[in-house]
């Protein structure tokens, strides 16, 4: 008898009682999250403005790299969305010395890959090698980032693909509410532009992407990180003959936005839509603000989490939406607070209501400690997990100096989020996640949705 029909079986066998214990028992309690423990780390200042930032980590033999830059798509003029993007593109295809077969050989032959990346505020040069080639990455890094090819003969291909995977992007409803919910939010500000047009993409020469490179890299804007298994000795070395040279560059400078708090309201017609894709929110703190960590609880409470109150009401309970969630992003000196769900069409406004109703229950009423305590262990367990690699660990140390935090922030945040209490998270929705200042954006059918909502908001739509 196999392992499945042997135990189904012997439950056949077991009286019902036996069953109903079973079925009964309530699982171990579990124990208390401990806190993040940033391990030992040596900094390096070079005399150009460089930093070297060393974290020698856990037993596998591997060395994680990333050359961290101080800029991204918010150092973008309003000419000029995802030139970063182009140029990170185009810095893969090759340095002065290397094509990017080579490259990609090099880095094979020692255990790993080049990626290159640019994000909101950083961009970055990282890759996983074997430990004892910990140097020759840097150096084969240090000549892509410093000596690029440039090569013009790739520049129509790179931005067909980019124009492409804007169409792809632009036919999604999510990312139609997405780029018009942050347009409206932050309207003079790179925050609030999401995505090119196709003639602002034709538009970029190789002149732009390098003009770009020179305005907004140097080593004073480079910090080179390096986790997990290394010769420390070597890696100095490394670093200081392959970028120790290079060019200071200006201070790392991110514009600060001011946010909007217009509430607005606005539908994007989808004629014959099943579905509303909704962004509902509004500004709030940043990571650098005494709130953030409470509203951060408060926001896992709310729609954070799978076992928060806004999922389990429209999704569990109402059946209107497979996905929802709610985000706490963190911008320079700004964040946003929203929630998002695709909900079927005719309860387009019924979801909206029931996402007002579940703020405005936790403005009014405390959680309850064991809602709360449940709440905390999760988040406190999965930032503890999530930061246990070599590249958790980076990502932590940029997050903190994008952000211009303390080392605090990350030591102290599981003692500071289990000394939130329930009447905490009521202060902080009270405070900062306010229906009457959000924002509204619906990509749907709009003679479908457009008097649900107005029903809902017991005022006119505000286009």
Same mark, same amino acid.
């Given at each position: ?245 290079? #060019? %200071?560059? =200006?201070?790392?400078? &991110? ?5 909007? +708090? $217009?509430?607005?309201?606005?539908? @994007? ?45 429209? #999704? %569990?309970? =109402?059946?209107?939406? &497979? ?5 706490? +992003? $963190?911008?320079?000196?700004?964040? @946003? ?127």
């Amino acid at each position: 008898m196999n392992t499945v029909r042997y135990i189904i079986a012997l439950a056949l066998l077991l009286p019902l009682s036996a069953l109903q214990a079973q079925e009964k028992e309530v699982p171990p309690k579990g124990g208390t999250p401990k806190n993040f423990t940033l391990p030992e780390k040596e900094v390096i200042s070079y005399d150009n403005g460089l930093t070297l930032v060393m974290i020698p980590y856990g037993s596998i033999p591997k060395a994680s790299i990333r050359y961290n830059l101080k800029t991204g798509n918010i150092n973008e003029k309003e000419n000029q969305v995802w030139l970063a993007d182009l140029m990170a593109d185009l810095l893969e295809e090759g340095s002065t010395t290397r094509t990017s077969r080579q490259i990609a050989d090099e880095m094979a032959a020692m255990g790993g890959n080049l990626n290159i990346g640019i994000g909101t505020h950083t961009g970055s040069l990282s890759a996983s090698v074997l430990y004892e080639f910990a140097p020759d990455a840097i150096r084969l890094m240090a000549d892509v980032l410093r000596n690029p090819k440039w090569p013009a003969e790739e520049l129509d291909r790179l931005k067909s693909d980019m124009k492409r995977n804007l169409a792809v992007q632009l036919s999604r409803p999510g990312s139609q509410a997405f780029k018009e919910f942050y347009a409206a939010i932050y309207p003079d500000h790179p925050y609030g532009r999401v995505f090119p047009t196709e003639a602002q993409i034709d538009s970029y020469t190789v002149s732009d992407i390098s003009d770009f490179y020179n305005d907004n890299l140097g080593a004073r804007r480079t910090t080179i990180y390096v986790a997990g298994n290394f010769d420390p000795e070597a890696v100095k070395s490394a670093v200081e003959q392959a970028m120790g040279d290079w #060019r %200071e560059g =200006k201070e790392a400078e &991110y514009p600060i936005a001011t946010p909007a +708090t $217009s509430a607005t309201v606005k539908i @994007i017609d989808r004629p014959g839509a099943p579905q509303s894709t909704i962004y509902y929110g509004l500004p709030v703190p940043d990571p650098s603000n005494p709130d953030y960590t409470a509203l951060d609880v408060t926001n896992s409470i709310l729609g954070g989490s799978f076992a928060s109150r806004i999922t389990s009401n429209i #999704r %569990e309970d =109402k059946g209107y939406t &497979y996905s929802p969630y709610s985000s706490l +992003t $963190s911008n320079y000196k700004t964040g @946003i607070w929203f929630e998002a769900a695709d909900v079927t069409t005719e309860h387009t406004g019924a979801s909206i209501a029931e996402i007002k109703k579940e703020i405005e229950i936790l403005q009014n009423e405390p959680p309850t400690q064991e809602e709360l305590d449940g709440i905390i262990n999760y988040e406190s367990g999965i930032f503890v997990l999530q930061n246990s690699s070599p590249n958790g660990i980076i990502g932590q140390l940029i997050f903190l100096d994008t952000h211009d935090l303390d080392e605090s922030f990350l030591r102290d945040k599981v003692a500071n989020m289990h000394g939130i209490t329930p009447e905490r998270v009521m202060e902080m929705t009270r405070q900062y996640i306010r229906p009457e200042k959000m924002t509204l954006i619906v990509v749907g059918d709009k003679a479908q949705i457009e008097s649900q909502i107005d029903q809902t908001l017991e005022k006119p739509l505000k286009q």
